[in-house]
């Protein structure tokens, strides 16, 4: 997916005109380890960047999320209410947690394409 950005952070963002789908990275989920629960924001909310939004909460830790880009949810991952493994299962898929309407698509300059990312999780191995 080559329209999709990382922030340091291990969340991603895959553009589709102004709306960003956000979730977290295959790294973060295998960090994490089994996913039990997803607290999910509401939707209409205004997001900052840098602000955490949602938690994603494992058999290990409780790990909030934090936004790539500012904006206002226009929806939450639902399904993930009723099966918060998808994030395991297909953290860059059916696991995506929200979708923001951005404020501004100048933010999406500040993270990193696919091949940054890449280079940043060599150097935390």
Known sequence: MSNVKYSKDHEWIAMD????????????QEQLGDVVFVELPDVGREISKGDDFAVVE???A???IYAPV????????EAL??????INESAMGDGWIVKVK????????????????QEMLKELE
Do not use: C, F, Q, R
Request: net charge negative; aromatic share 4%.
């Open 58 to 60: 494992s058999v290990k």
């Open 102 to 117: 951005l404020s501004d698509t100048g933010e999406l300059d500040d993270l990193m394409d696919a091949g940054a990312y």
């Open 70 to 77: 500012s904006g206002e949810i226009v929806e939450a991952n």
């Open 17 to 28: 005109g102004d709306v960003g789908t956000i979730g977290i990275t295959e790294y973060a």
């Open 81 to 86: 209410n009723d099966n918060p493994a998808l």
């Open 62 to 64: 409780a790990s909030e």
